[in-house]
């Protein structure tokens, strides 16, 4: 039996204990949460820290398979700047090498507290590395194209796929990359069994300014890089007043929706989202967005909202961590009026929530084994994070 003690223990559902103490039985099952009503107690085999002990995070948004790009893709060239440079660099080393730097990420991100990611894959490269590890991953298959005779040969191989994760024990929902990379046949095939699965979907959003620009008007940087590959621009036939607006009728409104970025959504597309999807999920990746764009989303537009937000790390080909708590501090440098308890709350029982993973993570309840994490360095006196504070795994 383990018990754990610090200064305050953040349950992840707003509730915080001074002195509290936690019991765990070996596989990590909360058996008992003690308040002691402020008064440090001893108690025999306990562990007591400084600083403050939190649930294990979630990282609802990475892309594990590109962690071999670390320092590789230049930064603040925009996402048509981002998508060129990636496009051919990412298969540059040799499948041995992407995978172990995909390991090194998997074991980086536990070791940083990080106990479920909602991963983007492409490929089965990750599958033995997430097949292996202690982080419970929630894989998203990516699809794009923009060619509609090919939208049913690229949803099958995107089936067969998720099947090589589902035949690993692995979690996979087949998802569409971005509104503007998919032809409406492709979205239809997805929309279709995303309602047969009862899917979690997930599709990046509003990552640049030109994206809604190619579908609002098709104009803008997206445009003018697609139509310099050749790409037949009548894949988009209609426009509508946002990017938002046009993808949403697309996605399957019922199930839980992750929207990945929402760097440039202004207050009319998230009062529309909120009433269009019936489990809407907010996803955060601020050092990603300032690493591409060097902009943050207006968050408090989304407090103001009462959006349900998630924070997710991007992957290493635009960012140089994957860490949840350093991106709780990008956020809490830009907007310091969010109560660290609730950037917590975004950090841990959201995105469980999100992954559908909220009955065994994501806050500290009797019967869960959401994983802990000591902050220690923690500014008791703001009761907030600074560049100093440390994530340790206690279990
Ligand atoms: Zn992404």
Redesign the pocket.
């Known amino acids: 039996m383990y018990k754990f003690s610090a200064n305050y223990i953040y349950l992840g559902n707003g509730e915080i204990l001074k002195y509290g103490i936690i019991k765990l039985n070996e596989e990590g099952k909360i058996t008992e949460i003690v308040d002691t009503k402020g008064v440090l107690k001893e108690e025999a085999g306990m562990q007591f820290y400084g600083g403050i002990i939190v649930p294990g995070f979630v990282n609802t ?1 990475c ?1 594990l398979e590109l962690s071999h790009l670390r320092g590789e893709i230049t930064k603040h060239t925009h996402l048509h700047g981002f998508i060129k440079e990636l496009q051919s660099k990412r298969k540059q080393l040799s499948l041995v090498e992407i995978q172990k730097a995909a390991q090194i990420a998997d074991k980086r991100m536990r070791a940083a507290g990080i106990v479920a990611v909602g991963d ?1 894959s492409n490929d089965a490269y990750t599958i033995p590395v997430k097949a292996n590890s202690s982080i419970k991953y929630i894989n998203f298959i990516e699809t794009f194209g923009t060619n509609f005779e090919k939208a049913q040969l690229i949803f099958s191989e995107a089936k067969k796929l998720q099947k090589e994760f589902t035949d690993n024990k692995l979690t996979a929902f087949v998802v569409p990359h971005a509104p503007y990379s998919l032809s409406k046949e492709l979205f239809e095939l997805i929309k279709h069994n995303s309602v047969l699965e009862n899917a979690i979907q997930s599709i ?1 959003n509003q990552e640049t300014p030109s994206e809604n620009d190619l579908l609002s008007s098709k104009t803008g940087e997206l445009f003018e890089m697609f139509s310099s590959w050749g790409l037949n621009m009548n894949y988009i036939e209609h426009l509508a007043e946002s990017s938002l607006k046009y993808f949403a009728k697309k996605m399957n409104h019922k199930s839980k929706t992750l929207l ?2 929402n760097t440039f959504t202004k207050a009319e597309d998230i009062v529309f989202a909120k009433n269009h999807f019936e489990q809407l999920y907010w996803a955060f ?1 601020p050092k ?1 967005n300032l690493y591409i764009e060097n902009q943050l989303p207006d968050v408090s537009v989304f407090r103001e909202n009462n959006c349900t937000i998630c924070l997710g790390t ?2 290493l080909a635009s960012n140089d961590s994957l860490s949840i708590l350093d991106e709780m501090l990008e956020i809490q440098k830009v907007f310091p009026e969010i109560p660290f308890s609730e950037l917590l709350q975004w950090a841990t029982i959201n995105g469980a929530k999100a992954l559908g993973l909220e009955q065994t993570l994501g806050s500290i309840e009797i019967g869960k084994t959401p994983g802990l994490n000591l902050i220690s360095d923690f500014d008791f006196k703001n009761n907030i994070i600074s560049s100093k504070s440390k994530v340790t795994v206690l279990i």
């Open positions: 948004h892309h983007i990046h990945i970025h990746c990603a991007d992957s």
